[in-house]
């Protein structure tokens, strides 16, 4: 597509659910980025992945989160018994590749609030 | 570590006044930097990315500095109108082997009709 696409574009869930986010990047992008962004906070850096090689899944909070990107194209954030913590904007985004000449592509985000 | 700094947090202008907004950074090994604005709810928009090898990039009434030797970007807002109002943020990307952005933390504007 045009641009970086997510979906839901906002989530409701019960403490303890477990809730999925996804990102579908611009096509042919090979580097995709998950970032979340707590109320009047900053980005926060989640999980990095580029191409085929292995994810650099460093900034992931605890081990309830898990991300994977199916065929090197669209990415699945999931996020098990979920806590009111929990609770952001998980915004994605895209790079054809990294580089300098490279910028990222943002997603409009999924607005999470967990109950 | 990158550390990324943006100064003013807040700033309100008056409609048609010129405007600059700063970001600092402590690491200068950086790929590029890139401006963006985040509407209230919303996701981020690309505004203008400046190579570590540029000195500046324009787009329409932005243009945006860079003097990676001292850490420093500048955006300039020309002819403010009110709906540039937002959160601008600024990020620098790592040499090879980085895999993230630094995020600053942001300056939001307002623009007063």
């Known amino acids: 597509g045009a641009g970086v696409s997510q979906s839901p574009s906002n989530k409701v869930t019960e403490k303890g659910k477990d809730v999925e986010l996804r990102c579908d990047p611009i096509s042919g992008h090979t580097a995709l980025y998950w970032y979340r962004q707590s109320l009047g906070q900053g980005l926060e850096f989640l999980i990095y992945?580029?191409?085929?090689?292995?994810?650099?899944k460093s900034g992931l909070p605890s081990d309830r989160f898990s991300a994977e990107r199916t065929g090197g194209s669209v990415s699945t954030l999931t996020i098990q018994r979920t806590q009111q913590e929990d609770s952001a904007v998980y915004l994605c985004?895209?790079?054809?590749?990294?580089?300098?000449?490279?910028?990222?592509?943002f997603g409009s985000g999924t607005r999470l609030t967990v109950v | 570590k990158q550390e990324v700094t943006q100064i003013p947090a807040a700033l309100s202008v008056p409609e048609g006044e010129n405007l600059v907004l700063n970001c600092s950074f402590t690491?200068?090994?950086?790929?590029?930097l890139q401006w963006f604005r985040q509407d209230p709810g919303k996701g981020l928009t690309s505004l203008l990315l400046i190579q570590s090898s540029q000195r500046e990039q324009t787009s329409g009434r932005l243009n945006a500095s860079l003097d990676k030797s001292s850490g420093r970007s500048t955006l300039y807002i020309a002819a403010s109108q009110p709906g540039d109002s937002a959160t601008y943020l600024c990020?620098?990307?790592?040499?090879?082997?980085?895999?993230?952005?630094?995020f600053g933390t942001g300056t939001r504007l307002t623009v007063i009709p």
């Open positions: 985004a895209s790079s054809l590749r990294t580089g300098p000449t490279y910028g990222y592509t």
């Open positions: 690491d200068s090994a950086i790929y590029n």
């Open positions: 990020a620098v990307t790592r040499l090879p082997g980085a895999n993230n952005l630094f």
């Open positions: 992945f580029q191409g085929n090689s292995a994810p650099d």
